[in-house]
């Protein structure tokens, strides 16, 4: 089994630069995390974009588009900042023969309380056990990306449907 | 959607107690990694066992047994240690429309570098992702309880089984 | 024993508000630090600022000391930006009967990899160790603030003047 | 300016061999905190025993003593155990031109939440601020080896002897 990680940036790999005395988007942090985690899969990681989520065009989405497209590889985390990573989840629906899920943070990875180890995990399980399509992987849970929106107030990605009896697993079941 | 965690002790819920100058399973440090990573959906904690899996027996095996058929959730995640995780998995294996997910960590959870909240963060995404069965969620991967072995020297689980295209993805392609 | 710590801001408190997508000077930091280490002292933290260093201007460093003037303690801890701070321990040099000692982290408190728990337990040492007038605790040493810069290539406090046999300490020697 | 550190284990050196499902003393793990912090003088670091505090004997004493006194350093900080660190201290009292301050932890260095880098934080100031004896710098306190006990109950080293006005600075009024 291989994955491939795509990073865009955003905030699980903003790091500090004492020196300018800033916060900025820095080495993917995704590979300290996959190593400290001793996975037993093969993968590479290629850094696509270096930005805040917000920051991130449509001339952006199309080149992540296009990398995710020629990508060799059938099942594809791509990590990006939270603000807009629906849209850009969206701009990728519709690629064939492959699972895509995206994930980011709320807090830094290098953050000693954060939820990047969690939602990498979280993404690195649904990339393997979810059909081909594309899929948000926050807060625990696995969205389809047109039935999730950003609760910005609590922080938080929620569904925008919600069914009897299984609120939640809309990614599944759009398959 | 709603998970519930059931607990047996095992590394991941190691801590340090200096008076007495020694390491022993304490509380199920499931709980702040669920609470650290804002999860959107309801849980419960319950404890079953506070045990090394070493010295877990094929009584506490059927007493986990019990509470897991018992439980009404239709997910569940056990955190359990890892030597001994493959034994108890099978144990629950045959237990009608659950999707149950075994997990835990070879590093414990206290300790600045650890595989638990990846660990946690992938048993989550494959408990909501996964047909009714039993499942290993360890080094990134999803394992069938009857296709894994743990490999001591490398610290990780393996699968016994590789087919060519996809040696791994065993747990879904069971059921 | 008795300590005193004032916060004014600084990399050390260091702070991240996803709603907004930026870091920014959030509660002292020094708090979590000292309870985490279980102290053996009383202590009373008071924030005084919540700046970038680069931000603190000469009312804000009189406000600083009329506030270390007023306070009946003798052993007073001032955590504070690293790029200013020598500026700041500069301003508060005459204060009699008081053993002053600032410092701060070039990494945020928050970060797993930090310099700050380290330079605040340095601080403490130096505030109990050392007779009255004003340090600066960082990288592991302890400087008089007319005697030190920081070297922002390096990103390290440095002494400006060395001695045979003892570049160092002259804080000590200062007395 | 240079400090020579020794180590002999304890908890602070206490790290977690999956393989064996046990904690024991692992690699000294002052460098790694001295590294993080980023210090400005020059250091050594030497492993003299790695055993857990209650295991080490009047021979391993007169081991470190006699180490402590070949080294030409004349700044010497020894990592050690909580539950004998006393009994060491005790043992290289005499020890001529030299400042020597044993320094440990409550909590393993490799956990999230740990007092070793605040500790050695602070034995690394008091061993330039203090003049030529030998100290116990724990829990934000520097004691005199023969005015401290360990208190277990509350898992704090504690002053066998308070004055009015300062109950705790006993280190530097021994001089």
Not at 28 to 33: C, G, H, N, T, Y
Not at 57 to 76: G, H, K, N
Request: aromatic share 8%; net charge neutral.
């Amino acid at each position: 089994m291989k994955i491939k990680f795509f990073t865009t940036g955003g905030t699980i790999d903003k790091v500090y630069f004492d020196a300018k005395s800033e916060f900025a988007v820095g080495e993917p942090q995704v590979r300290e995390v996959v190593e400290n985690s001793n996975v037993g899969f093969e993968y590479e990681i290629e850094s696509i974009l270096r930005k805040d989520s917000l920051d991130i065009t449509e001339q952006d989405r199309a080149l992540v588009r296009q990398r995710v497209e020629a990508e060799p590889c059938s099942r594809i985390v791509v990590t990006h900042g939270t603000d807009t990573m629906i849209e850009t989840a969206k701009a990728l629906v519709g690629i064939p023969n492959k699972t895509i899920v995206l994930t980011g943070s709320m807090q830094p990875a290098r953050f000693r309380v954060t939820d990047a180890s969690f939602n990498i995990g979280a993404a690195i399980a649904a990339v393997q056990a979810l059909p081909a399509g594309v899929y948000i992987a926050m807060n625990g849970r696995i969205f389809d990306p047109h039935k999730v929106r950003k609760n910005r107030a609590k922080n938080v990605f929620e569904a925008t449907e919600f069914r009897a009896g299984d609120g939640m697993n809309s990614g599944r079941e759009t398959e």
